[in-house]
């Protein structure tokens, strides 16, 4: 059985979501210099580390890449240039057209904060929207003034306080003036910096970099990027990342290893070996070059560069598929991890009981019966497991979903997903192990818990109540009509743990075989 990845904590995950919407941001032409004074600086504080900023009304995908999607409809590049038309076509009208700041914080508490501001035009309604889309789950504080369209958007909105932001030293504002002068020429502009107290934190432990980013001491690489200016103009499909270092030593330094940590860092965090390649290739295709204390990486509209450019966002297609799909086996992990625990402790898979002793037919779903197993122990003891899941009592737990069985978020879905439902599934027929009408253990699963699908993932528009047995009752005709489609791939759970990506266009013989716990079919996934 393959070894489940580590759950990623909560910090990176709305880190990573703050990234992904950098990128679509990125898609964006603008004016610098047309925001309203003050706007910048009031995004800011002594904990912020990055800043972005938009005009909106120049939000646009570039037109070489538009034309890469026309002419590769069936590829994962055209779903790619769809989604991000989707995205840049709604931030665009929720910002009616204006310039908008977005900055990330570093608290001294473990919360993330995530500050926005626009001209008073923008709705703080619109504005978070978007943070929602992000983030379903992050909290929302709209600080608002008379003049300007504020809000907190973080993990813990109690410990920051308005009031509790403190004013930046003169040398850290003067880093960040320095970061945004650097690419003002660009319509679009990110600038990035490590805040002071992280710094003195820095120098005091000297840390080391993980193994997976290559080891050794960290110096280099805190001295080689005291901060980061990214410009992107999309109407001429270039920008320009600058990246300031200590001495001009420092930038050497830098420039000679950043390739190596880049390879580092995608061989780690890339699941898909084809998708990790793929972007090694283009990071080899990166030249960073040395312009005295500073590291400069120019994408220019020459021939060779939007070559480059369009490589890239091929490059980029192919890996939204690989990310999403290795965060839903995470979870697919953890059910089957929890129902091989319930199963030993009970000895009976939580497909027909409701309570241990008694084994009656349950009103609850397996979901539920597996809470104490993946954590939620609690949460678990607040049911009453002799009635329905949507019984006066059951029915007021509803809220409480925990995160696990929340769909993760795709870019491309335009379908609305109702409140407490999850898309996480098993699959119920005639020969499967869920829906029968008798108490089942693994060991009636003749068929080989190996060969035998446990769970799977639905489209978001089939979700089902996560706390309701009502589950996924295929079409045999069509036994793959309602799962999740990762571009022709759609991710189960076997009964051994086991989790893989399936192809949705396999024989349906085949997909009927592997939910089938005792047919004696001999099942092919090639």
Same mark, same amino acid.
């Given at each position: 059985?393959?070894?489940?990845?580590?759950?990623?904590?909560?910090?990176?995950?709305?880190?990573?979501?703050?990234?992904?919407?950098?990128?679509?941001?990125?898609?964006?032409?603008?004016?610098?210099?047309?925001?309203?004074?003050?706007?910048?600086?009031?995004?800011?504080?002594?904990?912020?580390?990055?800043?972005?900023?938009?005009?909106?009304?120049?939000?646009?995908?570039?037109?070489?890449?538009?034309?890469?999607?026309?002419?590769?409809?069936?590829?994962?590049?055209?779903?790619?240039?769809?989604?991000?038309?989707?995205?840049?076509?709604?931030?665009?009208?929720?910002?009616?057209?204006?310039?908008?700041?977005?900055?990330?914080?570093?608290?001294?508490?473990?919360?993330?904060?995530?500050?926005?501001?626009?001209?008073?035009?923008?709705?703080?309604?619109?504005?978070?929207?978007?943070?929602?889309?992000?983030?379903?789950?992050?909290?929302?504080?709209?600080?608002?003034?008379?003049?300007?369209?504020?809000?907190?958007?973080?993990?813990?909105?109690?410990?920051?306080?308005?009031?509790?932001?403190?004013?930046?030293?003169?040398?850290?504002?003067?880093?960040?003036?320095?970061?945004?002068?650097?690419?003002?020429?660009?319509?679009?502009?990110?600038?990035?910096?490590?805040?002071?107290?992280?710094?003195?934190?820095?120098?005091?432990?000297?840390?080391?970099?993980?193994?997976?980013?290559?080891?050794?001491?960290?110096?280099?690489?805190?001295?080689?990027?005291?901060?980061?200016?990214?410009?992107?103009?999309?109407?001429?499909?270039?920008?320009?990342?600058?990246?300031?270092?200590?001495?001009?030593?420092?930038?050497?330094?830098?420039?000679?290893?950043?390739?190596?940590?880049?390879?580092?860092?995608?061989?780690?965090?890339?699941?898909?070996?084809? +998708?990790?390649? *793929?972007?090694?290739?283009?990071?080899?295709?990166? $030249? !960073?070059?040395?312009?005295?204390?500073? %590291?400069? #990486?120019?994408?220019?509209?020459?021939?060779?560069?939007?070559?480059?450019?369009?490589?890239?966002?091929?490059?980029?297609?192919?890996?939204?598929?690989?990310?999403?799909?290795?965060?839903?086996?995470?979870?697919?992990?953890?059910?089957?991890?929890?129902?091989?625990?319930?199963?030993?402790?009970?000895?009976?898979?939580?497909?027909?009981?409701?309570?241990?002793?008694?084994?009656?037919?349950?009103?609850?779903?397996?979901?539920?019966?597996?809470?104490?197993?993946?954590?939620?122990?609690?949460?678990?003891?607040?049911?009453?497991?002799?009635?329905?899941?949507?019984?006066?009592?059951?029915?007021?737990?509803?809220?409480?979903?925990?995160?696990?069985? +929340?769909?993760? *978020?795709?870019?491309?879905?335009?379908?609305?997903? $109702? !409140?407490?439902?999850?898309?996480?599934? %098993?699959? #119920?027929?005639?020969?499967?192990?869920?829906?029968?009408?008798?108490?089942?253990?693994?060991?009636?699963?003749?068929?080989?818990?190996?060969?035998?699908?446990?769970?799977?993932?639905?489209?978001?528009?089939?979700?089902?109540?996560?706390?309701?047995?009502?589950?996924?009752?295929?079409?045999?005709?069509?036994?793959?009509?309602?799962?999740?489609?990762?571009?022709?791939?759609?991710?189960?759970?076997?009964?051994?743990?086991?989790?893989?990506?399936?192809?949705?266009?396999?024989?349906?013989?085949?997909?009927?075989?592997?939910?089938?716990?005792?047919?004696?079919?001999?099942?092919?996934?090639?």
């Amino acid at each position: 059985m393959k070894k489940a990845l580590t759950t990623m904590d909560r910090k990176k995950l709305y880190l990573r979501h703050l990234f992904s919407a950098a990128i679509t941001l990125g898609s964006a032409a603008s004016c610098v210099g047309q925001e309203r004074p003050g706007l910048a600086q009031q995004s800011i504080n002594s904990s912020s580390m990055l800043l972005l900023k938009v005009d909106s009304s120049q939000l646009a995908i570039p037109e070489s890449i538009k034309q890469i999607g026309a002419e590769q409809k069936d590829k994962p590049i055209a779903t790619l240039v769809e989604m991000s038309q989707r995205n840049v076509t709604s931030f665009r009208e929720l910002t009616k057209g204006q310039t908008v700041f977005m900055s990330l914080d570093m608290p001294h508490t473990n919360a993330i904060l995530f500050r926005a501001a626009a001209p008073k035009n923008v709705l703080s309604a619109d504005f978070e929207k978007i943070a929602k889309y992000l983030a379903p789950e992050i909290a929302v504080a709209d600080r608002s003034t008379s003049e300007v369209t504020k809000l907190d958007i973080g993990t813990n909105l109690e410990l920051e306080s308005p009031s509790g932001a403190v004013a930046m030293s003169a040398e850290q504002a003067a880093k960040w003036q320095a970061a945004l002068e650097a690419t003002k020429e660009f319509p679009v502009q990110c600038a990035m910096l490590l805040p002071d107290y992280v710094l003195k934190t820095f120098d005091e432990i000297k840390p080391e970099l993980p193994e997976a980013l290559g080891g050794g001491s960290a110096d280099w690489l805190l001295d080689g990027a005291k901060w980061i200016s990214i410009g992107v103009d999309t109407k001429k499909a270039t920008a320009q990342i600058v990246i300031q270092s200590g001495s001009e030593e420092s930038a050497k330094t830098f420039t000679k290893n950043l390739p190596k940590l880049l390879r580092s860092i995608v061989s780690k965090s890339v699941p898909d070996k084809e +998708s990790s390649f *793929a972007l090694t290739v283009l990071i080899g295709m990166i $030249k !960073p070059e040395r312009a005295g204390d500073r %590291v400069v #990486v120019s994408l220019t509209d020459d021939e060779n560069n939007q070559t480059l450019l369009q490589f890239g966002a091929m490059v980029a297609s192919s890996i939204m598929t690989p990310i999403s799909a290795s965060t839903t086996s995470n979870r697919l992990m953890q059910f089957a991890l929890g129902l091989h625990n319930y199963e030993s402790a009970y000895e009976i898979i939580p497909t027909y009981a409701n309570m241990a002793k008694t084994k009656a037919k349950s009103g609850l779903s397996w979901r539920v019966h597996i809470l104490p197993f993946i954590g939620f122990t609690e949460l678990y003891q607040e049911f009453k497991l002799d009635e329905a899941w949507d019984s006066p009592h059951n029915i007021k737990l509803l809220p409480k979903m925990p995160t696990i069985y +929340s769909p993760i *978020a795709d870019m491309n879905e335009t379908v609305e997903l $109702k !409140p407490y439902h999850t898309t996480y599934a %098993v699959p #119920v027929g005639k020969k499967t192990v869920f829906g029968q009408e008798e108490p089942i253990r693994l060991r009636n699963i003749t068929d080989g818990t190996s060969n035998t699908i446990a769970f799977v993932e639905l489209k978001r528009e089939h979700a089902v109540p996560w706390t309701s047995p009502e589950e996924y009752p295929f079409d045999e005709s069509n036994p793959t009509a309602k799962l999740r489609n990762y571009n022709g791939k759609t991710v189960i759970a076997l009964f051994d743990g086991f989790v893989t990506n399936v192809k949705l266009d396999l024989p349906k013989e085949t997909w009927l075989a592997l939910f089938s716990r005792n047919g004696g079919e001999v099942v092919n996934l090639d």
